[in-house]
């Protein structure tokens, strides 16, 4: 017997394209997640994570000198104006930009992967609730992991220009003498204690993020119709990042120090272990000594963050308009 094939348009009804059977849509592949491809989210997180990061870098810059005053002897804490002020006297506005090309460099990439990769996870661990903080904490740690592998070259190249009396004239000549001196290895000598800072932190910050922008979105009027507004994601994310930041300080402190060890008179550590930096950074400054720029750390988050989730938002609204409307007829 031979088998018989029947196409669809033999089986299905014809109708007339002016009947009220004609569908008015096109149906396409949908996107992987809140209506959005992948692609989209790289854009979204690329263009906020480098505004974020450009718009809040000279905050950085204060929160880097304060964090590498410990030296082989006790150090005195100095306050973020004094840091300020000493910044200002001795090098000018342009001290407070110093490394920023690196940041450049490495911010766009790393947060075009952070945010693709955390729409991704939690579209996979949500299994379709909304609500799972379990989920957005989760997918953050993932995101965090491949990021920090983008960044944390980079990252190192930004910290040591960014040090009192650097000596390194720019971005490649760093990058040339730290390879030539130290070997490849000295861009991930902080990889382990970044993405052990980072795993909490972003944590931390998804799962608050998420949270405070449930809270929010019941304060205000346009949650009766499920907008979201520009206000309730930079509070949301102000809220996450300081919360964030203030937890994870000490290991911050500890990253800082592995990153610049053995320049501008530094301590250079026998290894990369977390243990031994924290036990080194106790021996001569105490506990106060892993809390150094806690201050200027926050202040750094709390907006950083207000800025990033907010221009992501405003891109993913943009791209669910753009899509929207490429599918209605």
């Known amino acids: 017997m031979v088998a018989t094939t029947t196409t669809t348009a033999e089986t299905s009804p014809r109708f007339p394209q002016n009947s009220g059977f004609y569908p008015n849509e096109v149906l396409v592949s949908p996107p992987i997640h809140d209506g959005l491809e992948f692609w989209q989210f790289m854009i979204a997180g690329s263009i906020a994570g480098s505004i974020e990061h450009m718009a809040m870098f000279p905050v950085d810059t204060l929160k880097t000198r304060m964090q590498v005053l410990s030296s082989s002897c006790k150090t005195p804490a100095i306050s973020l104006k004094q840091s300020f002020g000493s910044i200002m006297k001795l090098e000018g506005l342009g001290g407070l930009y110093r ?60 910290q040591r220009l960014q040090l009192k009396g650097s000596p390194y004239k720019g971005v490649s000549d760093c990058v040339k003498k730290v390879l030539v001196e130290e070997g490849v290895g000295a861009f991930y000598a902080s990889y382990r204690t970044t993405v052990v800072m980072n795993a909490p932190f972003t944590a931390v910050h998804f799962a608050t993020y998420e949270a405070a922008k449930r809270g929010l979105m019941k304060v205000y009027p346009e949650s009766e119709r499920g907008d979201e507004t520009l206000l309730v994601h930079a509070t949301a994310g102000a809220a996450a990042g300081a919360l964030a930041a203030a937890i994870t300080t000490p290991l911050d402190v500890v990253k800082t120090q592995l990153q610049c060890q053995g320049v501008c008179g530094c301590d250079r550590f026998l290894s990369s272990s977390i243990g031994d930096v924290i036990r080194s950074i106790l021996k001569k400054d105490g506990y106060t000594g892993l809390m150094r720029g806690w201050i200027p750390r926050m202040l750094f988050h709390a907006p950083a963050a207000a800025i990033c989730w907010s221009t992501y938002e405003s891109i993913k609204s943009f791209f669910e308009e753009l899509n929207g409307k490429r599918i209605d007829l």
């Open 99 to 158: 490394g920023i090309a690196a940041m450049g460099l490495g911010a766009g990439p790393a947060h075009a992967v952070y945010f693709s990769v955390y729409e991704s996870c939690k579209k996979l661990l949500s299994s379709g609730n909304p609500n799972n903080s379990m989920a957005h904490a989760a997918s953050g740690v993932f995101a965090t992991v491949a990021s920090d592998a983008v960044i944390t070259p980079m990252d190192v190249v930004k």
